[in-house]
Structure formats: C-alpha cells, structure tokens
C-alpha cells in the first residue's frame, strides 16, 4: 500500500514559479512510476509528466514542455513537479499517481485508471 501527500500548491503571478512535492508512505516507493495530473474546472483529468521508477524515462505534455521538470528522489521518498513560466492555463488542481507501470508507452502513462494509487490533490493557481 502506498499514500501519497502533495504540496506545494498555492497562488502565483503570470511568469512565477512554484514546486510541487509529493511524498509516499511506504518502502516499495522507488518501484514505482509517477504521473502529474492536473484537472481545471469543468475538463479532464490530464497527464502533465511522469517519470519511471528509476528516473531513466521522463515524459511532459506538450504544453508544458521546457517549462516543467519532474524529478524524483526515491531516498526520500518523493517525487517533484517544478513549475516555471507559469501561465493562467496551468491552473488547476494537480494530482500525482504511482502505479507499478508494465511499460512506458504513452497510452500506458497517461491512462488514469493505470494507476492505483492517488494523492489528494494541492491547488495551482495562476493569476494574471
């Protein structure tokens, strides 16, 4: 079993940055892949990045790339979201997920239903 805590989140002016942090229970952490997900107002829920259980395969949506930067640090036990050149389309609440992914397709990584563990979600929001 893994639970997963994000923070991070809070309010920012056009250009700021911010960064997420979400942290796991549990000593089985490093074998999973983590996705960000974000979800705005009335949309889907979409996969923003995600990173395999060793940090080798990275992958952002296009419209956060080079601006976004997932990381983590399975020492720790926590997986990062660093947000940069923040804009009022990145608000939403944002959600990461770990799931031993069986592989690193996209139509694995940005299925929300692969995953079978889920934070709570922390609040973006981007102000103009």
């Known amino acids: 079993q893994v639970q997963l805590v994000e923070s991070g989140g809070g309010l920012v002016q056009v250009g700021g940055s911010l960064r997420l942090a979400c942290t796991a229970s549990?000593?089985?952490?490093?074998?999973?892949?983590v996705g960000w997900f974000r979800q705005a107002p009335g949309k889907e829920r979409d996969l923003v990045a995600a990173?395999?259980?060793?940090?080798?395969?990275?992958y952002y949506a296009d419209s956060v790339k080079g601006r976004f930067t997932i990381s983590r640090d399975n020492s720790k036990n926590t997986a990062y979201l660093q947000m940069n050149s923040l804009e009022p389309e990145d608000t939403a609440i944002y959600y990461c997920?770990?799931?031993?992914?069986?592989?690193?397709?996209?139509?694995?990584?940005?299925?929300?239903?692969?995953?079978?563990?889920w934070g709570q979600g922390t609040q973006v929001t981007v102000s103009s």
């Open positions: 997920a770990a799931d031993r992914l069986p592989d690193f397709t996209i139509e694995t990584i940005s299925n929300r239903f692969q995953y079978d563990y």
């Open positions: 990173i395999s259980w060793s940090g080798g395969n990275i």
């Open positions: 549990g000593r089985t952490f490093s074998r999973y892949g």
